[in-house]
């Protein structure tokens, strides 16, 4: 039993490395000055004189706090947008009554097997028909309403009893009045998920980015942060610091919404 425990400790400590270890790695180089050696035998991950000075010279160099404006500006449009839209979808797939509604499901189930890649073309040909080509608009277009998000409401909303709404239809309430005041409250746990996962995934996405803005103003920060890795590719410091700005906001997301993240994800489980 012992022995048991041991190993399950190694094997979580082993994961942790793996996890968590190049983040530190990357938060210790960029606060090394440019007397510390960064690529010394054995390696040091405490800097011998830290400072924040890597920082500062990203934000000289390139225009880092506009990009990440414009991600800040991508992100919360993509979380407002998942929110209400995947809301009132899954709501409309687990509550309502209509005909396609079967035929809907599967389509959204269905477009989750289809990789990004094989409909980049043909997004960006439809954004440069609506002519939203070298737009931020253009980038927050295609995630508005993941599938993903979708179904984790449709199985938040199916965990409602149906007594419940079935009392608030003998009171007289309607469609609206039942998802804005029982539905929604009874998966505030889900809508952060879906927060969660809508942030993450704006902030951090880097390929539809680089093929729809031609504009540097535009530019996000992941495309910023490529930028920055091509100007300074000798300078690793540089390099690491525009990361940790990159990484900063994730976390200090995941941190305040973790308590709510834990339970949402249960509310929202995939059901077999």
Known sequence: MR?????????LLL??????????WQLSTSLKGVTEDIYSTPPQLFPQHPTPGNYA??????????F????????????????LGAAMAGYALARLRFRGRT???TVFLTSLLVPFEAIMVALFLVMRSLHLNNTLAAVVLPGSIAALNVLLMRNAFLALPSAVEEA???????????????????ARGTIVVVAVFSFMFSWDDFLWPLIVLSDPAKYTLTIGLSYLQGTFVNDQRLVAAGTMIAVAPLVLLFVAAQKYFFRGVGEGAVKG
Do not use: E, H, K, M
């Open 68 to 83: 990440a404006l414009n991600s800040l500006l991508v992100a919360v449009t993509n979380v407002v947008a998942n929110c």
């Open 57 to 66: 010279r990203v934000a000289d160099a390139v225009p880092i706090w506009s």
């Open 15 to 24: 994961v942790l490395a793996i996890t968590v270890g190049p983040f530190l």
């Open 3 to 11: 022995g048991g425990t041991v190993g399950r400790y190694v094997l």
């Open 168 to 186: 608030a239809i003998i009171d007289g309430a309607n469609v609206w009045q039942r998802f804005t005041r029982i539905a929604l409250p009874s």
């Open 103 to 105: 035929a809907a499901l």
